[in-house]
């Protein structure tokens, strides 16, 4: 089955500086990579996502790039906001299932 | 966009009694819904996917007898913990899935505590 890797697992910032969390996957198949972030006690909500046929998506602050030659994809935070402090998943949807695997997921601490 | 609702949000209850987690989705019609449960600190582990009018299908080591899910309508699912004990207890969050779109909608989950 798939396996999804993501790191780190605890990233803090600076309010204004950047975050970049990377996820690893291994069936070369996958063809769906959203990002999700999760608030304590909330569901994940949908962030940003990106389909195989595409190398980089871009959604004002937030940006994900894929690359299916080394099997990663990337999302990318700009300006970081303390209001951006969550826990967030990357997730894979394998070609011809619908089901997604999620990463470990990364909790995000932007320091004042 | 894609709403879905899930309800209640917290519940206690005690060992050995049943509950039922209810998710609806709210503007649209999911075909399928998938369930999966989060312990603190960590991912989201599928536990099944149901399909309107079909039974569920249910990912390796979850038992289906204990955990029962029915899926009657498109607008409908429902996750029963049937006999549940301590161990049980945890996040559970639902997810909907439009036919033929990659738009995946999660519930706001439902923490359960049984005590």
């Known amino acids: 089955g798939e396996n999804v890797e993501q790191h780190p697992s605890t990233l803090s910032v600076q309010e204004g500086d950047s975050a970049v969390i990377k996820c690893t996957y291994s069936?070369?198949?996958?063809?769906?990579f959203p990002w999700y972030k999760q608030e304590l006690g909330k569901g994940p909500q949908l962030i940003i996502d990106?389909?195989?046929?595409?190398g980089e998506k871009k959604d004002q602050r937030i940006a994900v790039t894929l690359n299916k030659t080394a099997k990663h994809f990337s999302l990318h935070i700009t300006e970081t906001q303390p209001e951006d402090s969550a826990v967030y998943f990357c997730a894979v949807l394998t070609g011809g299932g619908n089901k997604l695997t999620f990463g470990t997921g990364t909790q995000l601490k932007v320091e004042l | 966009g894609a709403v879905v609702s899930q309800h209640p949000s917290r519940v206690i209850c005690k060992s050995g009694t049943s509950v039922k987690i209810e998710c609806r989705s709210l503007d649209f019609q999911a075909t399928t819904m998938f369930w999966y449960r989060q312990f603190p600190k960590q991912s989201l582990m599928l536990m099944a996917t149901?399909?309107?009018?079909?039974?569920?299908?249910?990912e390796q080591g979850v038992e289906k007898d204990k955990f029962l899910i029915n899926h009657a309508s498109l607008t409908l699912s429902t996750l029963t913990v049937t006999s549940a004990h301590p161990e049980d207890s945890s996040f559970y969050i639902c997810?909907?899935?439009?036919?033929?779109?990659?738009?995946?909608?999660f519930g706001s989950g439902t923490r359960l505590t049984v005590v």
């Open positions: 069936d070369s198949a996958s063809n769906y």
């Open positions: 990106i389909r195989s046929n595409v």
């Open positions: 149901s399909n309107e009018g079909s039974k569920a299908t249910y």
């Open positions: 997810s909907a899935q439009v036919d033929g779109d990659y738009g995946y909608t």
